[in-house]
């Protein structure tokens, strides 16, 4: 298993960026695949952008493209949210999810059920 916690989250102005992490703890953080997902305030839950597990294939929603990047570095058992020129659609909370049963990119990795681990969440408000 793995515990995943998210943070970097906060208050920002639009026009500002922020990185994300996604740090885990438990087994080894190269044996899963690992995806972002954000849900604002009544609204469900949607995928961000899903990343294999040695970091060489990405997949973004096609709506994050350009602005979000998402990266890891397993030696530090960690994934990366880069947002850039973020504006007050982007507030919501943040999660990362992980999966060991896929650990490459398919079609299905922007689905919730792909994913068997989820951190708690980390708040990303921005202000206009």
């Known amino acids: 298993q793995v515990q995943l916690v998210e943070s970097g989250g906060g208050l920002v102005q639009a026009g500002g960026s922020l990185r994300l992490s996604c740090a885990a703890s438990?087994?080894?953080?190269?044996?899963?695949?690992v995806a972002w997902f954000r849900q604002a305030p009544g609204k469900e839950r949607d995928f961000v952008a899903a990343?294999?597990?040695?970091?060489?294939?990405?997949y973004y929603a096609t709506s994050k493209k350009g602005r979000f990047t998402i990266s890891r570095d397993n030696a530090k058992n960690t994934v990366y949210l880069q947002v850039n020129s973020l504006n007050p659609g982007d507030t919501a909370v943040y999660y990362c999810?992980?999966?060991?049963?896929?650990?490459?990119?398919?079609?299905?990795?922007?689905?919730?059920?792909?994913?068997?681990?989820w951190g708690q969440g980390t708040q990303v408000t921005v202000s206009s």
């Open positions: 999810a992980a999966t060991e049963r896929t650990l490459n990119i398919t079609p299905y990795s922007n689905t919730n059920d792909r994913y068997d681990y």
């Open positions: 990343i294999n597990w040695s970091g060489d294939d990405t």
């Open positions: 438990g087994r080894a953080f190269s044996n899963y695949a």
